[in-house]
């Protein structure tokens, strides 16, 4: 089984920055995507970026030129470095990974979340 890690939630002003990681554990897993998604209170889950082993990104258009996504394939972690950050980013952060098992089963596996808050 795969299992996903998210760290590096918090506080911040608005205007400020701030970077969430995810970091896979476990069983191996190929042809990944991984994704981020948010979640504020009374609000459905929302899509924000996406990124593939190799590195090409897209991004929701309420975040594009502001949060840049990464990946670090040696770590087996996906960072979301998020900039210019406004009060209606704040949200719990989750990550999606997407993939094939080694057996070629579909695998679908998301992290516990992380809180980012954007207050003054």
């Known amino acids: 089984q795969v299992q996903l890690v998210e760290s590096g939630g918090g506080l911040v002003q608005p205007g400020g920055s701030l970077s969430v990681s995810c970091t896979a554990s476990g069983s191996s897993v190929r042809s990944t995507v991984v994704s981020w998604y948010r979640q504020a209170p009374g609000k459905q889950r929302e899509w924000v970026a996406v990124?593939?082993?190799?590195?090409?990104?897209n991004y929701a258009d309420s975040v594009k030129g502001r949060f840049t996504i990464s990946i670090d394939n040696a770590k087996n972690t996906v960072y979301l470095q998020m900039n210019s950050l406004k009060p209606e980013d704040t949200a719990v952060y989750y990550c999606?990974?997407?993939?094939?098992?080694?057996?070629?089963?579909?695998?679908?596996?998301w992290g516990q979340g992380t809180q980012v808050t954007v207050s003054s």
């Open positions: 990124i593939s082993g190799g590195g090409m990104s």
């Open positions: 999606n990974l997407r993939g094939l098992s080694t057996s070629g089963g579909g695998v679908e596996v």
